[in-house]
């Protein structure tokens, strides 16, 4: 996936993993993103709670840095979700 869907969605995104796997438990998110350079061990985490929400997650070609300032943020991002 790319970085233009999420910034075509921006009013529409959960950003962070705590709050990407709240939202992933009540099944409120459409779809999950990681950063490039995201952890393992977050990753596998998300991808399990995922399954069971059956949400599809993807990883970016994009650094956690670079898809914080794209989507105009002064932080780095390592994972989103895009809301239903």
Do not use: P, W, Y
Not at 11 to 29: H, Q, S
């Amino acid at each position: 996936m790319s970085v233009e869907k999420l910034v075509k969605n921006i009013g529409k995104l959960t950003i962070g993993k705590d709050e990407v796997v709240k939202a992933l438990r009540v099944g409120g998110l459409a779809e999950v993103f990681v950063s490039q350079n995201c952890s393992g061990a977050i990753f596998g985490e998300l991808s399990g709670v995922a399954k069971f929400s059956n949400t599809a997650i993807s990883r970016l070609d994009t650094n956690s840095d670079e898809l914080g300032v794209k989507l105009k943020k002064h932080f780095a991002i390592s994972v989103v979700g895009i809301k239903k």
